[in-house]
């Protein structure tokens, strides 16, 4: 599974095309008067306030070069103000072999760069917003992770370890070998680095194989 573009809500249109294009360099693929796309490596991320009816928030994550992760620690940090867990400002994941940091942008969305050690994802050129690789991962909250996890499985998308969905935890929903998830939950987890609780908040996915995954008001999913 590798994800070809997402589409999140948001009530701060302009302030977030300013951060992510402005100041963050992404390159602007398309924009009208209720959304704006950006390219992410070979994914494309869109924001749109078609429809808003709360202050949706998200976490989501870029793959950045498995070599590089010190030089995008000191280039986003000219950018933003890092956050911190327990005093420190990246999280070393070691049964992952990964390093990560994570930032707020103007909606209040969980951003994470994830470098991934065990991918052969290395870069010889210096660090830019060129370097991002693709769309990492997607938090999907949900009402039901049984369910949802069922029709996941109907598209491909399966728990990366085949284990057991289980409500209480996260569930990373991807092909390991790829580094990219979607990490299924109910609501109420904070999402670390963050103060901010897991909430279910409408998105669209879609998948370079053309699958599409849909998350309605209310909490359900439907993949397709």
């Known amino acids: 599974m590798e994800i070809k573009s997402t589409t999140l809500q948001t009530t701060k249109l302009t302030e977030m095309k300013d951060f992510y294009i ?4 992404f390159t602007l693929t398309e924009e009208n008067d209720h959304s704006f796309s950006f390219a992410v490596g070979s ?7 078609k429809g808003v009816t709360s202050n949706p928030y998200y976490h989501f994550a870029f793959n950045i070069p498995s070599n590089k992760f010190v030089e ?3 280039w986003i940090k000219e950018k933003v103000s890092l956050n911190l867990e327990e005093g420190q400002d990246e999280a070393h994941f070691t049964h992952l072999r990964a390093h990560a940091l994570y930032f707020d942008d103007p909606s209040g969305n969980v951003v994470e760069f994830i470098s991934r050690y065990s991918m052969n994802t290395n870069q010889t050129e210096l660090f830019s917003i060129k370097s991002v690789l693709n769309i990492s991962e997607i938090g999907v909250t949900v ?14 998308v399966t728990e990366r370890d085949n284990e057991d969905i289980k409500k209480d935890s996260l569930n990373f929903m991807g092909d390991r070998t790829k580094g990219v998830f979607i990490i299924l939950n109910e609501p109420g987890r904070r999402w670390i680095f963050s103060e901010r609780i897991s909430k279910s908040f409408p998105l669209s996915i879609t998948l370079f194989d053309n699958s599409k ?12």
């Open 72 to 74: 995008a620690k000191t």
């Open 143 to 156: 009402n039901d992770v049984s369910s949802a996890a069922e029709s996941l499985n109907t598209v491909g």
């Open 43 to 49: 994914s494309e991320l869109q924001f749109t306030s």
């Open 213 to 224: 995954i849909d998350i309605h008001p209310g909490g359900d999913l439907k993949a397709y």
């Open 22 to 25: 402005n100041k963050l360099g």
